[in-house]
């Protein structure tokens, strides 16, 4: 069983940055790759990155060039630093893990983390 634990989310104003934090993020047999996603408010939840057991790192366009994946394999922790911060950033930010093929899709993963808030303000 695989338990995901974000952390990290609070309350910025734009041009900010906050580092996430998601526990519980191993590698077994099933789940090849780590991913973010966000779900705004009236929107789907969408991809933000994800890095895989034997690559490549994805980033959605919106964030590229902001945001940076990363991973603590000892610690079995996902990370995403968040620079640049827009309104348009605000969401709750989830962490999951799968097999990860298509990187970008929801159903491509199969556990769940319960979310962090992203708030960001102009």
């Known amino acids: 069983q695989v338990t995901l634990v974000e952390s990290g989310g609070d309350s910025v104003q734009a041009g900010g940055s906050l580092n996430l934090s998601c526990t519980g993020a191993s590698y077994t047999g099933a789940t090849r790759c780590m991913a973010w996603f966000r779900q705004g408010p009236g929107k789907e939840r969408e991809a933000v990155a994800t890095i895989c057991r034997e690559g490549p790192i994805n980033y959605a366009d919106s964030v590229k060039g902001r945001f940076t994946v990363s991973q603590d394999n000892a610690k079995d922790t996902l990370f995403l630093q968040m620079n640049s911060l827009k309104p348009e950033d605000t969401a709750m930010y989830y962490c999951?893990?799968?097999?990860?093929?298509?990187?970008?899709?929801?159903?491509?993963?199969?556990?769940w983390g319960q979310g962090t808030q992203v708030t960001v303000s102009s």
């Open positions: 999951a893990s799968g097999y990860g093929r298509p990187w970008y899709l929801v159903y491509a993963y199969q556990y």
